[in-house]
């Protein structure tokens, strides 16, 4: 029976197994703001991660994985073109409103418009925070939404706008708002007032967690936001079901998906603020909320990798995960996250914290599993974000065209363990204020910022915060991260050598194109 099925060219198993480089699915969960100490193969102990310590298990642990920016927009941005951010003139990659203009011109080549050159279905799930439409605060929520994901390479989207703290609160599908109902038009502004509900600010007593002044705003389920935004009832989202909603798609993706190569993009809303956890977790954690939000990430990563398995498709998924930037503890919300923190390390003993450009703001879980290719083990290799667009081409055997993801670099012979290829030597890390800073070998260098204002957290924000003040760097600091990796003792000095020309090769790297 097995023979003539064989000669039939009907028994899949051997045709398959002879040809080990057909192209993997790509799944890409990428994190809001979760640390570099926060997950237990990072070394947390007071936060059980059970799924994501066992794709770490499965696959290859990176102790230099990066964001290249301490903030999400600009760190998207460069994970989706394989450019940083900062080299963009025209449009706007600092934190962006709900109603931003779409930062990636249409056309441009991205990581799904690369990876659906190659035949990929291309999916979006959850955070988007790169902006919508193209004109100014004009974004019409109740037609149709575009350009967005759909308009630079996803085929379809699920999506919130911006971040789960800022209006509006719901959730779009491709071009439309789901759920909106035309008798209740969706108003959204940043600058002014344009509902009559109650602001956090005015009724404290209707919050769950209590806010500070820039998340004061309209009050949806409970919490209050940045920006006013009337209308759109039916839409709004729930935030205790934010991490169910996301986890259901994405399985139901998978399957939908699974007879041909698909890219999934998951972005998570966990552990970003307001941290709300589904019941089941809370409590989950002795750390509160931003505890119990990463044990519902982590549940999150493993709905994922069942629907793998279910489809059958696991051995065949390059699995990714990681974070925009690293973490916050008090980001807006009273949530008691420094008060129940204990002696747990977000940043895992790395100086600084989301915003800021020392390697707590960019040096971030980065775990891959492809099982039978990627080698398994843990890499002291450093590997960025913006790398995922040269790597995906080499694995689809594409070439980058020239111009285009110029910060990307294929890690692929990194990944599965090959001798050869390229090794990321130096990286741009982007803060807040403008702050660029150089990671070359062992150096890191940040040169004294150009401003000393606190610039780049987006609409509202009070810049006289003292949470933002280090993102001020007062004098050039440079730190030698292989005697030093928490970035204690500034020797720029000490070695004015070094320092003159670490800033010739970071000016060196922006006039380059
Ligand atoms: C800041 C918000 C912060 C968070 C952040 C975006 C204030 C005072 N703070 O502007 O709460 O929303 O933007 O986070 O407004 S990120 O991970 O998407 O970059
Ligand atoms: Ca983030």
């Given at each position: 029976m097995?023979?003539?099925?064989?000669?039939?060219?009907?028994?899949?198993?051997?045709?398959?197994?002879?040809?080990?480089?057909?192209?993997?699915?790509?799944?890409?969960?990428?994190?809001?703001?979760?640390?570099?100490?926060?997950?237990?193969?990072?070394?947390?102990?007071a936060i059980a991660t059970p799924h994501i310590d066992r794709l770490a298990a499965q696959g290859r642990r990176f102790t230099q994985g990066y964001a290249p920016a301490s903030t999400c927009t600009p760190s998207r941005y460069a994970l989706m073109t394989g450019e940083y951010a900062w080299r963009q003139q025209t449009k706007q990659t600092t934190i962006l409103d709900g109603d931003a203009p779409l930062s990636i011109t249409p056309g441009h080549l991205t990581l799904p418009s690369l990876l659906k050159q190659a035949g990929y279905t291309t999916a979006l799930i959850g955070k988007w925070h790169l902006g919508l439409g193209d004109g100014e605060h004009a974004v019409d929520f109740n037609g149709d939404i575009r350009p967005g994901p759909l308009e630079v390479g996803f085929d379809s989207a699920f999506f919130i706008p911006a971040t789960v703290d800022r209006v509006p609160t719901v959730f779009i599908e491709n071009h439309r708002v789901i759920g909106l109902d035309p008798t209740d038009p969706i108003r959204v502004s940043y600058q002014k007032r344009v509902s009559n509900e109650p602001t956090g600010?005015?009724?404290?007593?209707?919050?769950?967690?209590?806010?500070?002044?820039?998340?004061?705003?309209?009050i949806v389920n409970g919490i209050s936001r940045i920006g006013s935004m009337s209308g759109g009832k039916d839409a709004r989202w729930i935030d205790e079901d934010l991490a169910d909603v996301i986890a259901r798609r994405s399985a139901r993706f998978?399957?939908?998906?699974?007879?041909?190569?698909?890219?999934?993009?998951?972005?998570?809303?966990?552990?970003?603020?307001?941290?709300?956890?589904?019941?089941?977790?809370?409590?989950?954690?002795?750390?509160?909320?931003?505890?119990?939000?990463?044990?519902?990430?982590?549940?999150t990563v493993g709905e994922v990798?069942?629907?793998?398995?279910?489809?059958?498709?696991?051995?065949?998924?390059?699995?990714?995960?990681?974070?925009?930037?690293?973490?916050?503890?008090?980001?807006?919300?009273?949530?008691?996250?420094?008060?129940?923190?204990?002696?747990?390390?977000?940043?895992?003993?790395?100086?600084?914290?989301?915003?800021?450009?020392?390697?707590?703001?960019?040096?971030?879980?980065?775990?891959?599993?492809?099982?039978?290719?990627?080698?398994?083990?843990?890499?002291?290799?450093?590997?960025?974000?913006?790398?995922?667009?040269?790597?995906?081409?080499?694995?689809?055997?594409?070439?980058?065209?020239?111009?285009?993801?110029?910060?990307?670099?294929?890690?692929?012979?990194?990944?599965?363990?090959?001798?050869?290829?390229?090794?990321?030597?130096?990286?741009v890390e982007q803060g807040i204020s403008n702050t660029l800073a150089l990671r070359a070998g062992e150096w890191k260098f940040i040169?004294?910022?150009?401003?000393?204002?606190?610039?780049?957290?987006?609409?509202?924000?009070n810049p006289s915060d003292k949470r933002w003040g280090e993102s001020i760097v007062r004098e050039d600091a440079l730190y030698n991260l292989a005697t030093d990796p928490a970035e204690q003792v500034n020797v720029a000095a000490k070695y004015p050598a070094t320092v003159s020309a670490l800033r010739a090769r970071l000016e060196k790297i922006k006039r380059s194109r």
């Amino acid at each position: 029976m097995l023979l003539s099925l064989a000669a039939l060219g009907l028994f899949a198993a051997p045709v398959f197994a002879a040809n080990p480089t057909a192209r993997p699915n790509v799944v890409l969960i990428v994190a809001d703001d979760l640390g570099y100490g926060d997950v237990g193969c990072y070394g947390a102990r007071a936060i059980a991660t059970p799924h994501i310590d066992r794709l770490a298990a499965q696959g290859r642990r990176f102790t230099q994985g990066y964001a290249p920016a301490s903030t999400c927009t600009p760190s998207r941005y460069a994970l989706m073109t394989g450019e940083y951010a900062w080299r963009q003139q025209t449009k706007q990659t600092t934190i962006l409103d709900g109603d931003a203009p779409l930062s990636i011109t249409p056309g441009h080549l991205t990581l799904p418009s690369l990876l659906k050159q190659a035949g990929y279905t291309t999916a979006l799930i959850g955070k988007w925070h790169l902006g919508l439409g193209d004109g100014e605060h004009a974004v019409d929520f109740n037609g149709d939404i575009r350009p967005g994901p759909l308009e630079v390479g996803f085929d379809s989207a699920f999506f919130i706008p911006a971040t789960v703290d800022r209006v509006p609160t719901v959730f779009i599908e491709n071009h439309r708002v789901i759920g909106l109902d035309p008798t209740d038009p969706i108003r959204v502004s940043y600058q002014k007032r344009v509902s009559n509900e109650p602001t956090g600010a005015e009724r404290p007593d209707l919050l769950k967690q209590r806010a500070d002044a820039q998340h004061a705003g309209v009050i949806v389920n409970g919490i209050s936001r940045i920006g006013s935004m009337s209308g759109g009832k039916d839409a709004r989202w729930i935030d205790e079901d934010l991490a169910d909603v996301i986890a259901r798609r994405s399985a139901r993706f998978i399957e939908a998906h699974k007879a041909k190569p698909f890219f999934l993009y998951l972005g998570t809303f966990d552990p970003h603020v307001p941290r709300v956890p589904h019941a089941r977790f809370v409590g989950a954690t002795q750390l509160g909320p931003r505890g119990d939000v990463i044990a519902e990430l982590d549940w999150t990563v493993g709905e994922v990798l069942a629907a793998l398995d279910r489809a059958g498709v696991a051995d065949n998924t390059l699995v990714i995960v990681t974070s925009d930037n690293g973490p916050a503890l008090f980001d807006g919300y009273f949530d008691q996250a420094e008060e129940l923190n204990g002696d747990h390390r977000p940043a895992g003993g790395l100086r600084g914290w989301k915003y800021l450009a020392y390697e707590g703001g960019t040096r971030v879980p980065f775990i891959a599993r492809w099982p039978g290719h990627v080698s398994v083990g843990v890499d002291e290799r450093m590997i960025c974000l913006s790398d995922l667009l040269a790597t995906c081409a080499s694995l689809t055997g594409q070439k980058l065209p020239a111009g285009t993801g110029t910060d990307s670099l294929d890690q692929l012979r990194v990944l599965t363990g090959q001798p050869g290829g390229a090794i990321r030597t130096e990286l741009v890390e982007q803060g807040i204020s403008n702050t660029l800073a150089l990671r070359a070998g062992e150096w890191k260098f940040i040169p004294a910022s150009p401003q000393q204002q606190v610039s780049g957290m987006g609409s509202g924000a009070n810049p006289s915060d003292k949470r933002w003040g280090e993102s001020i760097v007062r004098e050039d600091a440079l730190y030698n991260l292989a005697t030093d990796p928490a970035e204690q003792v500034n020797v720029a000095a000490k070695y004015p050598a070094t320092v003159s020309a670490l800033r010739a090769r970071l000016e060196k790297i922006k006039r380059s194109r």
